[in-house]
């Protein structure tokens, strides 16, 4: 009976799982299939199994994307997903049912999103298209993922009148993009943006001219992209407007689409089948072909061209509105307001180059001189920016838009900043917002000038209690066991504190060119203890200065400061304790850790870098960026440390030749040259790193007593070169089976570690290289001369 009983239950287990997964070899599934959302489960297939109907992961999480994609491409481009892409936990389910087509639901069953209501549903069909249709039992199609396109179109498929794609918001986020291409009723094509409030269309930025007034025969009627890959518009009088070039689609088997990218372009890509190597995407054209800055970034961002696509930054002040989507608004960290207590004393200006928002104007000033422009806009409140060319001036308020950086514009721009901001000269300035509590003072202020004198007296009063409550609370807000804190608050330890909290110096986490690291414990927190060795003479009395500095950086990728000891000659500065150690330790063990751990770490050193080198108030060039400067905390996470601490410390310091900062095998060149130093040397040294993460070998390696050394950054160019990436990363598996990223990690590594530093990227554009938001050209040799540092 037991045995009878195990088999039943284990027939059922069976049968279920063909329920789940009913689909035959033509590509059709059956009424009740589902798929559920995991990182193994199996899609449904087209007959071919070019492409595939299911769950992906864009995102390194656990939420998950109902999609289409290709499915025998490495890097599973995604071609279809629901609108507004619409991301669900683990365990959610697609469905075909009969009563409501495809229908995504939840863990917890309640309906995400569905194709809508269905009658006489038959069957579902993944065909060789990429198009999945909902087949009636008359073999009509009720719905087709073809008429509800996201942002791509493919071969074979058409957009009516009124038809439309949407971009989406960045390469991995989904959700509703700023961009949207639609062929209107007059039978114009025609690209626009997006207001992200309303969500109505805004001016076109791009139109086809496919429409006639005179004759309306003439006029565009439906887009159309046919199976060998071109794409046109086809008029009502039946003939065609070419958007592809004559002869651009290449011949040959090949994949093609025609995707709205993040950035605003409309491109047609194509791709090798039975590809044998990890090729990528190439494309034949995009639109608009000229004025591509005009598909317009964010509010108040600027454009730039890489190459032919635009790149879209913050100017120095601002910063975006929505971090994950590089594209969109950037808010000012500061605004100046039109009150009453407006004066032009307590403001300034600063000047930045080649950049331009035309169209932002409200006034304008010709003749005029660099000085009266600049007087003008000081003294007016509503000037944000004040613009300056050829004796002619232009004032501009907020939001400004379609912003222009480029070198060829000889203009100057002039920012308005508050004063007292401790921004010192040549430093972009930070616009930084006005504190809740000052808010409320002036609200309070305002409140004082309006109400009778009773309530003025209460107001006061409470206005009295509150800066003492405030007071109370700074005081117990400084870290336990402090003796005093200084201006910013960052507590101030005594020498024999730390003595005690060291039990001596006894437990020496580490060793650096700064100093030695003890372990401590403070009222049972463990805390890192680092001892400067020595701190020069003329630095003293900067030497809390540049702590305090240092101490208003907050950033997730850098090590904490949470105290200093300035004791007599005693120089300390107390960290949050690490407990993984430094990145040195974790990367050349005996274990080599993971890929995908690798990978995360790499941009987690990079968000750290560009915070420093663009976002804090005082831009800090780390000068001495290697392994053992990266700790680890409790998830791997890494942390920055020994930031800032350059200007404490001899030139001589740093364990290399006098004058130079830094460490043999992670030095730029222009350390050698008598050149000006500037963040590019930080960018060098991550590059150098960068490519120790990706292979875990060291940067130089001595092979014998005659100081015959192999260079990494050499090794990097040759294995790169001749196509030898195996050798470089050891036969590392699961980073081989990660080809696409592998390849973009090591042609950003040998960017970064280019000999003119002008040729190496701002570690911004590094983040963005290194998730995918921009591609990677082909990197030259770093070293031509094969110098090595």
Request: aromatic fraction near 10%; glycine fraction near 8%.
């Amino acid at each position: 009976m037991a045995i009878e009983v195990l088999l039943f239950f284990s027939f059922l287990t069976i049968s279920l799982h063909c329920v789940a997964a009913q689909q035959t070899n033509n590509g059709s599934v059956s009424v009740g299939a589902s798929l559920t959302a995991a990182p193994d489960a199996k899609p449904w297939l087209s007959p071919s199994g070019e492409f595939a109907l299911g769950f992906q992961q864009p995102q390194e999480n656990d939420s998950f994307l109902l999609s289409i994609w290709y499915d025998k491409i490495p890097d599973k481009t995604i071609i279809w997903y629901p609108k507004d892409g619409p991301m669900v936990p683990r365990g959610s389910k697609a469905e075909l049912t009969d009563s409501r087509g495809l229908v995504l639901s939840d863990p917890q069953g309640t309906q995400v999103w569905s194709s809508g209501p269905i009658l006489d549903l038959a069957y579902g069909l993944m065909n060789d298209t990429g198009n999945f249709q909902l087949v009636s039992s008359d073999s009509s199609t009720i719905w087709e993922s073809f008429n509800q396109p996201a942002d791509t179109m493919l071969p074979t498929q058409v957009m009516g009148i009124g038809g439309e794609i949407n971009s989406k918001m960045s390469q991995t986020n989904f959700s509703g993009g700023r961009y949207q291409l639609r062929l209107i009723p007059d039978g114009n094509l025609v690209l626009n943006t997006i207001d992200m409030f309303s969500g109505s269309a805004t001016d076109a930025y791009y139109v086809s001219g496919t429409n006639d007034a005179s004759n309306s025969t003439n006029s565009g009627e439906r887009l159309i992209f046919n199976a060998t890959g071109y794409l046109y518009i086809l008029r009502r009088n039946g003939q065609r407007f070419d958007l592809t070039p004559t002869d651009a689609v290449p011949s040959g088997n090949y994949y093609h689409r025609a995707t709205l990218d993040s950035d605003g372009l409309f491109t047609q890509y194509y791709y090798p089948k039975n590809s044998t190597d990890n090729t990528s995407w190439k494309y034949t054209w995009f639109l608009p072909k000229d004025k591509i800055c005009e598909s317009g970034c964010g509010l108040n961002s600027l454009c730039s061209l890489d190459g032919n696509r635009p790149i879209c930054e913050c100017p120095q002040g601002f910063s975006l509105r929505d971090p994950s989507y590089p594209n969109g608004d950037c808010e000012p960290d500061f605004s100046p307001s039109c009150d009453a207590g407006y004066g032009e004393e307590q403001f300034d200006l600063f000047e930045l180059g080649n950049i331009d928002w035309p169209g932002s104007d409200y006034s304008s000033m010709n003749p005029s001189n660099e000085e009266s422009c600049k007087s003008s806009c000081l003294k007016d409140c509503f000037c944000a920016v004040a613009i300056y060319k050829d004796s002619q001036c232009w004032k501009k308020r907020l939001p400004l838009s379609n912003g222009r950086k480029d070198p060829s514009r000889v203009v100057k721009a002039f920012l308005k900043f508050r004063k007292g901001t401790g921004q010192p000269p040549g430093i972009s300035p930070v616009f930084p917002r006005e504190s809740k509590s000052r808010r409320s003072l002036i609200i309070i202020g305002k409140a004082l000038l309006s109400t009778s004198v009773f309530v003025n007296a209460v107001l006061i009063a409470v206005i009295c209690f509150g800066f003492f409550q405030i007071c109370k609370l700074k005081s117990r807000t400084t870290y336990p066991g402090s003796s005093k804190a200084v201006e910013t608050t960052l507590p101030r330890f005594t020498y024999q504190e730390l003595v005690i909290a060291t039990d001596g110096f006894k437990d020496v986490l580490g060793k650096g060119a700064f100093g030695v690291v003890y372990k401590g414990v403070i009222e049972t927190k463990p805390v890192a203890v680092k001892k400067l060795d020595t701190v020069e003479q003329h630095a003293q009395k900067e030497f809390k200065i540049e702590v305090n500095s240092i101490a208003r950086t907050h950033h997730k990728n850098l090590v904490q400061i949470l105290g200093y000891c300035d004791d007599g000659d005693q120089r300390l500065l107390i960290y949050e304790y690490m407990s993984n150690g430094t990145l040195a330790f974790y990367l050349f063990g005996d274990v080599r850790p993971c890929w995908k751990q690798r990978s995360s770490i790499v941009v987690g050193i990079a968000r750290g870098l560009s915070y420093l080198h663009e976002e804090c108030s005082a831009q800090i060039i780390h000068c001495d960026i290697k392994p053992q400067n990266i700790l680890l905390d409790d998830c791997y996470n890494p942390k920055i440390a020994d930031f800032g601490l350059a200007k404490l410390l001899k030139i001589n310091e740093s364990r290399t030749h006098t004058g130079i900062r830094g460490t043999k095998g992670y030095l730029a060149p222009e350390w050698f040259r008598n050149t000006p130093v500037t963040v590019n040397v930080d960018v060098y040294s991550f590059g150098v790193l960068l490519l120790e993460i990706i292979s875990c070998r060291k940067s130089v390696v001595f092979e014998n007593d005659n100081e015959d050394m192999e260079v990494l950054t050499d090794l990097a160019w040759d294995c790169y070169h001749e196509g030898r990436l195996d050798e470089f990363v050891k036969n590392d598996l699961e980073a081989l089976n990660d080809y696409k990223k592998l390849v973009t990690f090591l042609m950003v590594g040998l960017w970064c570690v280019q000999e003119d530093p002008s040729s190496r990227p701002a570690m911004r554009k590094v983040i963005q290289m290194l998730e995918g938001e921009v591609g990677v050209n082909e990197p030259p040799c770093p070293s031509p001369f094969s110098v090595t540092y």
